[in-house]
T-cell receptor, first 114, second 116 residues
Framework: EPEVTQTPSHQVTQMGQEVILRCVPI?????FYWYRQILGQKVEFLVS????????KSEIFDDQFSVERPDGSNFTLKIRSTKLEDSAMYFC????????????FGPGTRLTVL | AQTVTQSQPEMSVQEAETVTLSCTYD???????LFWYKQPPSRQMILVIR??????QNATENRFSVNFQKAAKSFSLKISDSQLGDAAMYFC?????????????FGGGTRLMVKP
């Protein structure tokens, strides 16, 4: 069964550094999402992406964040200058355009900012 | 904005017994979708069951069923014949039919423990 994959599984970085989290959505899906989950808290929506542009973003998704689909398979989340409070699990999800509107989640990347 | 509330931070059930996880939500919309996701220790979120608000019939998926009460804005998950593999965090989620991004709004989660 096709699944969403994410790399790396764990990323440790120093405050102020740039990080790129990578996701490979399910191949025939057209909607892509990033969510984050700070330890012990709710899963929060960050951004949705369709047709090579952001369709919606939350207040969390400020100028430090950006997303890109650099090729036909990858979907990336970049954090330009990481802060301590960016430490969280980051989940990528994808959804097919038609039929079921279920979002399928990847296993997550644990980002630790020191 | 929509909110989703799960009032039970933790629940415990004996193996083979039945347990019900609660979820309430707040919305002014009439058309939306509701989901239950399971997050085992491996952390990957797995869809358990979904419900369209326009459908009166409660969704069922094997041992998992929901009690959808639209007027009360309640969406509880019933797990029958609980198994050790059901132990996980369970998240209730809401998705509007109206926003372009189709984002999910999650509740705070309920940790389910299954006792052998």
């Amino acid at each position: 069964e096709p699944e969403v994959t994410q790399t790396p599984s764990h990323q440790v970085t120093q405050m102020g550094q740039e990080v790129i989290l990578r996701c490979v959505p399910i191949s025939n899906h057209l909607y892509f999402y990033w969510y984050r989950q700070i330890l012990g808290q709710k899963v929060e929506f960050l951004v949705s992406f369709y047709n090579n542009e952001i369709s919606e973003k939350s207040e969390i998704f400020d100028d430090q964040f950006s997303v890109e689909r650099p090729d036909g398979s990858n979907f990336t989340l970049k954090i330009r200058s990481t802060k301590l409070e960016d430490s969280a699990m980051y989940f990528c999800a994808s959804r097919h355009e038609t039929g079921t509107d279920t979002q399928y989640f990847g296993p997550g990347t644990r980002l630790t900012v020191l | 904005a929509q909110t989703v509330t799960q009032s039970q931070p933790e629940m415990s059930v004996q193996e083979a017994e039945t347990v019900t996880l609660s979820c309430t939500y707040d919305t002014s919309e009439s058309d939306y979708y509701l989901f239950w996701y399971k997050q085992p220790p491996s952390r990957q979120m797995i869809l358990v069951i979904r419900q369209e608000a326009y459908k009166q019939q409660n969704a069922t998926e094997n041992r998992f069923s929901v009690n959808f009460q639209k007027a009360a804005k309640s969406f509880s998950l019933k797990i029958s014949d609980s198994q050790l593999g059901d132990a996980a965090m369970y998240f209730c989620a809401y998705r509007s039919s109206y926003n372009a991004g189709n984002m999910l709004t999650f509740g705070g989660g309920t940790r389910l423990m299954v006792k052998p």
